[in-house]
């Protein structure tokens, strides 16, 4: 990724793989700044592992390669598993059955009642707003706002794979099923050629049974080989990169290729 920023600007970010997948790394994928500038390390509210520095004025780039070993299976599907009461849920999936800056479950809760309420409960329903989600809005690059929210992407009916994410999970949140917004990296292993440009990819996850399980509603297909970078409430809790001043991108490449054994 490149930028270019007017004057030394402070930015922060999230471009490492997610701490839980730390152990399937057979080359670390270290974050590298250039021109060279010190780098600070934490781990944010949610877990996830932010650096931050200050850009030089000029032109700057960050880049991070990695080699992760990933077992080869799709996405778990849990079709038996079921929604829970909200008096029944763990306290840590609370947070992620209120609406946040992207997702207005108040602004949507009675269209997703009136979408969602017959369909049966548990893995089926929230397949279901998947379903209607990736085929209500088009997906675009050129027609995306940054400040776009879930029912602004329902009134507008285009978006990129986040207003997909965000509006999934305001429907999901308004039937009472904890959901959050997840952001990373899906290859293309084992789908057919051509490929399309690798790009940055949101999707998201939802509690139900006892653990939380991923789905995709821009893709709305189960994957090989989804590799987590962080999760939040939605967009505004994990940034790519976030400068406080004027910035300009400049350019960015994003790849995920599959390897020999």
Not at 181 to 203: K, N, R, T
Request: glycine residues 6%.
């Amino acid at each position: 990724m490149t930028y270019q920023t007017p004057k030394p600007t402070a930015m922060m970010g999230m471009l490492n793989v997610h701490h839980s997948l730390i152990a399937t790394l057979e080359k670390p994928d270290f974050l590298r700044v250039e021109p060279q500038v010190p780098i600070a390390t934490y781990h944010d509210s949610f877990g996830n592992f932010c650096f931050r520095f200050m850009a030089p004025a000029g032109e700057i780039r960050l880049h991070a390669d990695s080699i992760i070993r990933v077992s080869g299976d799709i996405d778990p599907v849990g079709l038996d598993a079921v929604e829970h009461p909200v008096q029944d849920l763990p306290d840590d999936t609370i947070q992620f059955l209120l609406g946040s800056r992207y997702c207005e479950t108040d602004v949507l809760s009675n269209q997703a009642w009136k979408l969602f309420e017959h369909v049966p409960s548990g893995w089926r329903r929230v397949q279901a707003i998947c379903d209607y989600v990736h085929d209500y809005l088009r997906f675009d690059y050129l027609d995306c706002d940054p400040t776009r929210t879930a029912a602004q992407a329902y009134q507008k009916r285009a978006g990129v794979c986040r207003d997909f994410a965000h509006l999934a999970i305001a429907f999901a949140r308004s039937m009472n099923i904890p959901a959050r917004y997840c952001m990373g990296l899906i290859s293309d292993v084992g789908l057919p050629e051509p490929y399309e440009d690798q790009d940055f990819c949101a999707w998201m996850e939802v509690f139900l049974g006892d653990r939380w399980w991923a789905f995709d509603p821009r893709n709305n297909g189960p994957r090989v080989g989804r590799i987590l970078m962080a999760r939040g409430r939605d967009a505004a809790d994990v940034p790519l990169v976030h400068s406080f001043g004027p910035h300009v991108l400049r350019g960015f490449k994003v790849w995920v290729d599959e390897l020999p054994d």
